[in-house]
């Protein structure tokens, strides 16, 4: 076991290596690349809840959060390395909020109340017309990172490393917080809630924090999307953009930290395929392939990478 | 010749993977040098209720493709269409806006239905210097709130969309006091309803707003605001909803008499003639963003508007509906700017600046008019208001009174926002409205 | 507030009308959501894809029946049999094929799989009956107006959505009822409902409860489909928006819980027309407030038993 988790660390180096030699050969590939580690880091979010058995069909809440306080903020505070902290503020404190009282709640009352508040919040994206532009969505005007202003490939380039950046920081975060007690207690929530309270520790409170930290990772994933498009629709809260992150999730594989990123590399890059050659059925080509995935490597593309290993160290 | 091969998109994206492996450097600027082929990214709706517009948006393209094609295609360059998906959202929108330009190194960009798209494309456009048509999205923000050298729009837009219905039913209905307006709660409801109150509460102040109803985006249901229309009895009801959205409505509205009580104002209305049919009463006002319809009473070539028409029932088993239209004339107008362009070159194909170029001031014929774009890159097209009326000719209602607008008296001038020229508004907007047009034969 | 009532009673009573009216549909498809999440305790996303399926397969035979010359009346057999058609294939082959490989996985893993299952009949149904709305108004047409009297006047209401959509509803309320708890089929299925592992323990055949369960849901959830084609157009989409719904209903009744189901619907329908009434901006979100306010007051929604912990 150890070896595979060092052996992770391994492949994690490799695959961002192999990301930046990727972005650094195809421009269009540095965009798609850049918004899949974004994606990566929500669904690591993703991930920690369902190491609780906790499925959140609502955090594009967070995303959406994330990406809007980047679009309003960035008049005022033209700056990225500020508008990344604030937006993961905002929505540290909006999923603390939420968080304490969806933490009471259990499975599908857990997943249907994240639902009816980004459902809720992609509303109010819309009823605040003069305010969002509704649908219109906001431009994302010019910021500076680290206070060099940038422009074309070379701003694209500042927020793809920042994206990089988040994914092994948030990577590394989420490694450790699973290995420490509490990352332990969720696991518990999963199999036998009631024995955590016998042993005096407060299942809330450990999913709470659980909780924050996804809404936090999902703020940031959300920042770093509107800096990349630089345009913020209510699209971002809608629920199928939640049931995205799940579906990116299994798809990845919920064994590993890696999982998260897999999935959405694999994600984007099957959609454009799928776009490019059946422009109008690419849902379906992703469906069948999450359906294979389910059906055929259950522990998603993670697993499938782990068990090679795996098998290799047996050998 | 076919217009698409999936293969070969197949192995061009595959090309472009294959690129990971190997040295930079395809990031160049293409040389001017006349082209094999001449590759138009187009960005249309292909999932979600949108599809309603993007499918036959989608189907003009392929059918205007092949035309051209056959005729040898635009300037002796063969075309080929690449297209994406706007369903999923900004951020796949986006990223295969720049795939198309940085790997499939498409010539020209043919960009959006939904405004929020378009709001996105034109910075990305600019951007990557690569020439972007508007070829159907709506808000009048792009060009008046910015200005660019790549981006054009080659139809009208909300401003003069809302205008002419308006000064239509001021001039044709001038005695109505109240009003309820019925629009789908997203931004071209939100932004139709404030262009219109804008304009009425100068043209004629004092109608009385009894509901402003905004249900949502997709509704299936209308049933308890035609029950809040038929307890109010305004005596308009102006809504700018379309696809399933306005069927529905249209529908619940005539099984429950309220046509019979208020005169409905449906600006976007062309597009669903044919689907409701008979349902939708004589007497009530449609439009059809531009002068789009198969019936036009005085199209600038009738025999190109007929074969237009005649093409599109062929191949597709209906009328053509607004966007179809829309697509033909961002086809045109890329044909007359590579010609314009080519010839400003001395013969030779032009860059992409010197494409863009050739637009500001462009003319070029729609299936029904000669159209022109401003030095602001926004186009000047007429817009076709009418009234509903039967004919047994036709399954479907008909447009009758149909009243021509030219562009110029129903938007505001190179640099002025909508708003402020509503502003400034008088009542001799009203009476310049032009007469009807009877139909010619 | 008497003085409220009087000004606006008469509009409160044409709101309610209305409400219980779109309740009648509400409650058609999600009651059968909520069946189903009871006793497989899936929670199935393409249950909105057969909905929408159910109602386009309602208009095509319709119109069929009406191009063949067969008499106004067949319309109505032709919803049911839509109905039927789409339940009966489409359920048992996913039971079967794709839910039956995944009971033992975790939960998330069989939402997935209905999630991709929604996804790839979102583009097979596109595929079928493209992009333009479609819709079959026979039924409506055939059954007419009911006049309402209102301030000296008359609203007109269609009789189909004010009679026949909640006596349908109703016969649904109560046959189900009835068949839950008076045949042997239905306290099996109240059975594996309330303790799956006691049920099997038993003797009973939970593979076959499930296939019907889901089955039955299906035609449920098609019947709502194709009971919604005479008055709505269906277009690519409704699906999305019809399950989000649903899953709204399911969580605030309580799970498998009918009465709940019902009770829900009311609640959402009648909220939505008084917000129409009062407050239009409000309508969108009334499904999700009363929602969050339940889930505020009864955790476990409102007919929901708490599940005895486990130790």
């Known amino acids: ?315 | 010749m076919p217009v698409t091969s999936p293969l070969t998109r197949r192995g061009a994206l595959a090309a472009g993977f294959g690129s990971v492996l190997l040295p930079a450097g395809l990031s160049a600027q293409a040389p001017a040098a006349k082209p094999s082929e001449l590759k138009i990214g187009i960005t249309t709706f292909l999932s979600g209720p949108a599809s309603v517009f993007g499918v036959p948006g989608r189907n003009a393209a392929e059918m205007l493709a092949e035309e051209i094609n056959r005729e040898g295609g635009i300037g002796g360059v063969p075309i080929r269409l690449f297209f994406v998906d706007e369903g999923p959202g900004i951020d796949h929108l986006v990223g295969e806006f720049r795939r198309l330009v940085q790997n499939e190194k498409v010539d020209v960009m043919l960009a959006s239905i939904s405004s929020g798209s378009c709001l996105a494309c034109t910075p990305l456009a600019e951007e990557l210097r690569k020439v972007t048509l508007l070829w159907d999205c709506g808000t009048q923000r792009i060009f008046e709130e910015g200005s660019y050298k790549y981006a054009f729009r080659s139809q009208a837009n909300s401003t003069p969309e809302m205008m002419a219905p308006l000064l239509y039913l001021l001039k044709h209905k001038p005695d109505f006091r109240s009003l309820a307006v019925v629009n789908q709660d997203y931004a071209w409801g939100r932004d139709s309803w404030e262009l219109w109150k804008a304009a009425m509460d100068v043209l004629k102040p004092g109608v009385r707003v009894v509901a402003e109803l905004f249900p949502r985006f997709g509704a299936t249901d209308f049933s308890a605001e035609v029950t809040r229309l038929l307890a109010l009895r305004p005596d308009v009801v102006l809504s700018t909803s379309w696809g399933g959205d306005l069927d529905t409505f249209i529908r619940q509205s005539a099984e429950r008499r309220l046509f019979e009580r208020s005169t409905f104002v449906l600006p976007l209305a062309e597009s669903s003639l044919e689907r409701v049919g008979r349902l939708l009463p004589p007497g009530h006002i449609v439009g059809s963003r531009g002068d789009h319809w198969h019936q036009h009473p005085r199209p600038a070539d009738p025999a190109a508007l007929q074969r237009f028409v005649a093409n599109y029932r062929r191949r597709f088993n209906a009328y053509p509906i607004y966007p179809t239209y829309h697509m033909a004339q961002a086809f045109s107008a890329l044909r007359a700017a590579y010609a314009k362009a080519t010839a400003a070159n001395g013969g030779n194909w032009p860059s992409d600046v010197q494409l863009a170029g050739a637009f500001p001031g462009l003319e070029f014929d729609s299936p029904t008019a000669r159209l022109r774009i401003r030095e602001d890159g926004q186009a000047l097209e007429p817009q076709l208001i009418g009234t509903t009326a039967q004919d047994d000719r036709f399954p479907f209602p008909i447009m009758d009174r149909m009243v021509v607008f030219p562009p110029e008296t129903i938007m505001p001038p190179v640099g002025q926002k909508s708003l402020d020229w509503i502003r400034t508004l008088t009542a001799d907007a009203v009476s310049r409205v032009p007469d009807p047009v009877r139909p010619a034969g | 507030m008497g003085e409220w009532f009087e000004q606006n009673g008469a509009l409160l009573g044409l709101a309610l009308l209305d409400g219980i009216a779109s309740a009648a549909l509400i409650f058609m498809v999600a009651v059968g959501l909520n069946l189903v999440f009871g006793v497989l305790r899936v929670l199935n996303v393409a249950h909105g894809s057969f909905f929408a399926i159910g109602g386009y397969m309602a208009a095509s035979i319709g119109l069929l029946m009406t191009a063949v010359g067969l008499p106004p009346w067949a319309s109505f057999a032709a919803l049911l049999l839509a109905a039927v058609v789409t339940g009966a294939i489409l359920g048992p082959l996913i039971e079967r094929f794709l839910l039956r490989r995944v009971y033992a996985e975790e939960s998330v893993l069989q939402l997935l799989v209905t999630f991709a299952l929604f996804m790839i009949l979102e583009d097979l149904q596109k595929i079928v009956w493209g992009v333009q709305p479609v819709s079959f108004g026979g039924p409506v047409a055939l059954m007419g107006t009911v006049d309402v009297p209102f301030a000296g006047d008359v609203i007109p209401y269609n009789a189909y959505q004010v009679i026949l959509l909640p006596v349908v509803a109703l016969l649904t309320l109560g046959g189900l009822a009835w068949f839950l708890r008076r045949t042997l089929a239905g306290r099996v299925i109240v059975a594996v409902t309330l303790d799956r592992e006691a049920a099997t323990a038993m003797g009973i055949d939970a593979g076959r409860v499930f296939l019907l369960t889901f089955t039955f849901g299906a035609v449920l959830a098609a019947l709502g489909g194709a009971l919604s084609a005479p008055t709505a157009s269906l277009v690519p989409g409704v699906g999305a928006s019809t399950i989000v719904l649903s899953f709204a209903v399911v969580a605030t009744a309580g799970l498998g819980q009918i009465e709940g189901a019902a009770l829900t619907a009311l609640m959402i329908g009648i909220g939505r027309s008084v917000a129409v009434t009062f407050e239009p901006e409000l309508e969108v979100v009334v499904p999700y407030l009363i929602m969050v306010a339940v889930l505020l007051l009864r955790p476990q929604g409102l007919f929901g038993v708490p599940e005895t912990r486990r130790i």
Request: overall charge positive.
């Open chain 1, 1 to 315: 076991m150890r070896g595979l988790r060092r052996a992770e660390i391994l492949i994690a180096l490799l695959l961002a290596a192999a990301i930046v030699l990727a972005a650094f050969s195809t421009p269009w590939l540095r965009f798609v690349l850049t918004v899949a580690l974004a994606k990566g880091v929500a669904v690591l979010g993703i991930l920690l809840l369902l190491r609780a058995g906790q499925v959140s069909f609502g955090h594009a809440l967070y995303v959406a959060l994330g990406a809007y306080a980047v679009a309003f903020l960035a008049p005022r505070v033209p700056e990225a390395a500020l508008l990344l902290p604030l937006a993961a503020v905002v929505a540290g404190l909006v999923g603390t909020v939420v968080g304490l009282f969806v933490s009471r709640y259990r499975e599908i009352f857990f997943g249907m109340l994240n639902l009816a508040l980004s459902m809720v919040f992609y509303s109010v994206l819309e009823k605040l017309y003069h305010i969002t532009r509704g649908t219109d969505g906001i431009r994302v005007p010019a910021i500076t990172v680290l206070g060099q202003p940038l422009e074309g490939s070379s701003y694209d380039w500042a927020v793809f490393a920042m994206a990089l950046g988040l994914a092994l920081l948030f990577g590394l975060l989420a490694r450790a917080y699973l290995a420490s007690p509490v990352g332990q207690a969720l696991a518990a929530i999963k199999t036998r809630e009631t024995r955590l309270d016998f042993m005096g520790v407060s299942p809330r409170r450990v999913l709470l924090s659980a909780y924050v930290l996804s809404a936090v990772m999902a703020g940031c994933a959300g920042a770093v999307i509107a800096m990349a498009t630089r345009h913020v629709t209510p699209l971002l809260a809608y629920w199928t953009a939640s049931g995205e992150l799940v579906f990116i999730a299994v798809l990845g594989g919920a064994g590993g930290v890696l999982g998260p990123f897999l999935g959405a590399a694999t994600f984007e890059l099957v959609r454009v395929y799928a776009a490019a050659t059946v422009a109008d059925a690419w849902g379906m080509i992703l469906g069948a392939v999450l359906l294979l995935v389910i059906l055929f490597a259950r522990g998603g593309l993670w697993g499938i990478v782990a068990a090679r290993l795996g098998r290799r160290r047996a050998a």
